[in-house]
């Protein structure tokens, strides 16, 4: 018997860690699965890699349980196959029979290789939602959970029809906020690509004639400044690409510490229009993802934990940890969601018809779907927004650096016709 640590999440929301004693991963999980604890992590203790899944029945090993395989599959695909699943089990399939006609299907060869341990998993006992936890880059939480209250409830297929509509609008949204993005981002590759021809072909040329008609005279302040930035990039081109690089790769680094992360949460929040869109496109993925998982008979106070896991920001994942920690005390949850100053007080309206009415689900839903809405709008008034932005953002850095080359021309003008 090996032994495993785990954090998982008890009936009453809260997160519990320990160890178990079990012979493999899966049957931990089960384990905890059957003293009510919802398992989130469970490694080996020896602080090794996860343990291989449990023996198949008759003796058989099965495949190696591995949740390293990477995101192997798009969000596109995923949403696909839990659409096809939800098909084949409305149909009257059993799992393990509509698992095999996934598998036979699968053209992705990596992903069809854990749609097989998942279903091994399976033919050993296992549920469906344990062998899914087992691959977590793949399936997250909320789709293990899920999946895990859909066998609760017997209504498998009525959850991941469910879910992959949810994945079907998460998608949506996702795409036509990349959209609003494509253009600052090409015309910010464009002003880069301007100005490095710039500063590395025609500068050294406009040098050299100021060396020759102005013969060591002081050049201007901004004609300084440009020249000495050109001779630094054409002198250290290695070096220059290092710190671009270095620089690159520290702000992605700073972004991910606690600080940095909530100074950037803060602005993406903040900046007008931008922020607006932000704070829209969060409440849209709150809303959807706590209904959803509400629909589908998660507690309410698991469902909360979740959809905090899954924000992406700091503010909003701080608010609903308050709102939990109140919930779990006995208040209602349009009380405590009405002090946040993240959620508007049309969003905590809902949610309190909701709970007087007991559609709580279905009204947090109806609000994710106004929402929904409200980011098209959005992303059509910043993209109106943003191309006279990087307009006069190119004009401002190239006029600069031509301005800067003239100004001694200028004196140059002067010295002939004196």
Do not use: C
Not at 270 to 292: E, M, Q, S, Y
Not at 381 to 405: K, N, R, Y
Request: proline share 3%; hydrophobic share 45%; glycine share 8%.
């Amino acid at each position: 018997m090996a032994k495993f640590k785990y954090t998982a999440i008890d009936a009453n929301g809260k997160q519990k860690t320990g160890t178990v004693e079990a012979a493999s991963q899966d049957e931990a999980s089960s384990k905890l699965s059957a003293s009510g604890l919802m398992p989130t992590k469970i490694t080996n203790a020896d602080g090794g890699a996860t343990a291989k899944a449990a023996s198949k029945k008759g003796g058989k090993k099965s495949k190696k349980s591995s949740g390293g395989f990477g995101k192997v599959i798009k969000g596109e695909e995923l949403t696909t196959f839990t659409r096809q699943l939800a098909t084949l089990l409305d149909a009257g399939l059993p799992l393990l029979r509509a698992l095999e006609v996934m598998i036979r299907q699968e053209k992705n060869a990596r992903f069809q290789a854990v749609l097989e341990q998942i279903a091994d998993q399976v033919k050993s006992g296992n549920s469906f939602s344990d062998g899914l936890a087992q691959h977590p880059k793949i399936f997250d939480r909320l789709f293990v959970n899920m999946v895990r209250a859909g066998e609760a409830g017997g209504v498998l297929d009525v959850v991941l029809a469910r879910l992959a509509g949810f994945m079907e609008k998460a998608l949506k949204t996702k795409k036509k906020v990349k959209a609003a993005m494509v253009y600052p981002i090409v015309v910010v590759g464009v002003a880069v690509s301007i100005v490095a021809l710039l500063m590395v072909v025609v500068v050294p040329k406009f040098q050299t004639i100021f060396d020759d008609m102005l013969e060591g005279a002081a050049l201007p302040g901004p004609t300084q400044l440009v020249v000495g930035v050109s001779n630094f990039m054409r002198e250290n081109i290695v070096l220059t690409i290092i710190i671009l690089v270095i620089g690159f790769f520290a702000s992605k680094f700073f972004m991910k510490t606690p600080f940095g992360s909530k100074m950037f949460n803060w602005l993406s929040i903040n900046t007008p229009k931008v922020g607006d869109l932000v704070r829209k496109v969060n409440i849209a993925r709150i809303t959807r993802t706590f209904g959803t998982l509400l629909s589908s008979g998660v507690p309410i106070l698991q469902s909360i934990t979740i959809t905090k896991d899954i924000t992406g920001n700091k503010f909003y994942e701080s608010a609903l940890t308050r709102i939990h920690d109140s919930v779990r005390d006995g208040e209602s949850l349009a009380a405590p969601m009405s002090r946040e100053t993240v959620f508007p007080n049309m969003v905590t309206s809902m949610v309190d018809v909701g709970e007087e009415t007991g559609e709580l689900a279905e009204m947090l839903n109806r609000v994710a779907d106004n929402y929904d809405e409200d980011v098209d709008n959005a992303v059509a008034g910043i993209t109106s927004i943003i191309e006279p932005v990087m307009i006069v953002f190119l004009a401002v850095v190239v006029g600069f650096i031509v301005i800067a080359l003239f100004l001694p021309i200028v004196e140059i003008i002067k010295q002939l016709t004196g």
